[in-house]
Nanobody
Framework: QARLVESGGGSVQTGGSLRLSCAAS????????MGWFRQPPGKERERVAT????????DYANSAKGRFTISRDNVKKTLYLQMNSLTPEDTDMYYC?????????????????WGQGTQVTVSS
């Protein structure tokens, strides 16, 4: 069965860095749009970054541009998010997700495979 498992979250000070990883299995990773999302308590999920199957098309939320880098290794079936220059506003639960069907990576509602999330906490 399709599965995503995140790791790499933790607590850092303002200006610090974290590298999130997402191990994928049970579906055709090389054919799937993938991405990182965040979900503040009581609010809906929002996109942090998405990446097309071969890595050629990448889209970042405005808050992530210039600080975060999404990448993927389809051989290792792993998705990454390098997070630099972190601020307290980045504190949240971060989720790895994949679209298991053919379609636009910009259709966020179609991402139907989700991990359990990893907590990122940034203190001042």
């Amino acid at each position: 069965q399709a599965r995503l498992v995140e790791s790499g979250g933790g607590s850092v000070q303002t200006g610090g860095s974290l590298r999130l990883s997402c191990a994928a299995s049970g579906f055709s990773v090389a054919s799937a749009c993938m991405g990182w999302f965040r979900q503040p308590p009581g609010k809906e999920r929002e996109r942090v970054a998405t990446i097309s199957p071969a890595g050629g098309v990448i889209d970042y939320a405005n808050s992530a541009k210039g600080r975060f880098t999404i990448s993927r290794d389809n051989v290792k079936k792993t998705l990454y998010l390098q997070m630099n220059s972190l601020t307290p506003e980045d504190t949240d639960m971060y989720y790895c997700a994949a679209r298991g069907t053919v379609g636009s990576c910009g259709t966020w509602s179609a991402f139907n495979i989700w991990g359990q999330g990893t907590q990122v906490t940034v203190s001042s």
